[in-house]
């Protein structure tokens, strides 16, 4: 079994910032990539920005200036820096993950933590 754990959210202001990480722990794991999805209130869960192990990283046009997104393979984790942040950003921001288990090969395509919560105040 693995988990995602996402930290980092909370409020502030608009026009500040926020650093978000989300750690994968269990079992052991090969992990190809990971990335953020958000999702506002009343809307559709959307990709604000996925990375591969390799470095190479694709995010939403939207998205593109304000937020960049890191790993850290040798901890499988992903960081989120936000920046820039406007009222509309406000969402419960997820982790997500494809890896293989190293021990039964077994592929997981679309592994998700629970989210963190990410709220701005204008």
């Given at each position: 079994?693995?988990?995602?754990?996402?930290?980092?959210?909370?409020?502030?202001?608009?026009?500040g910032s926020l650093r978000l990480s989300c750690a994968a722990s269990g079992d052991t794991?090969?992990?190809?990539?990971?990335?953020?999805?958000r999702q506002a209130p009343g809307k559709e869960r959307e990709l604000v920005a996925?990375?591969?192990s390799g470095g190479l990283a694709?995010?939403?046009?939207?998205?593109?200036?304000?937020f960049t997104i890191s790993r850290d393979?040798?901890?499988?984790?992903?960081?989120?820096?936000?920046?820039?942040?406007n009222p509309?950003?406000?969402?419960?921001?997820?982790?997500?993950?494809?890896?293989?288990?190293a021990k039964s090969r077994r592929v997981e395509r679309d592994y998700w933590g629970q989210g963190t919560q990410v709220t701005v105040s204008s």
């Open positions: 079994q693995v988990t995602l754990v996402e930290s980092g959210g909370g409020l502030v202001q608009a026009g794991i090969c992990i190809s990539a990971m990335g953020w999805y996925r990375i591969t694709n995010y939403a046009p939207s998205m593109r200036g304000r393979n040798a901890k499988n984790m992903v960081y989120r820096q936000l920046n820039s942040l509309e950003d406000t969402a419960v921001y997820y982790c997500n993950a494809e890896f293989i288990y």
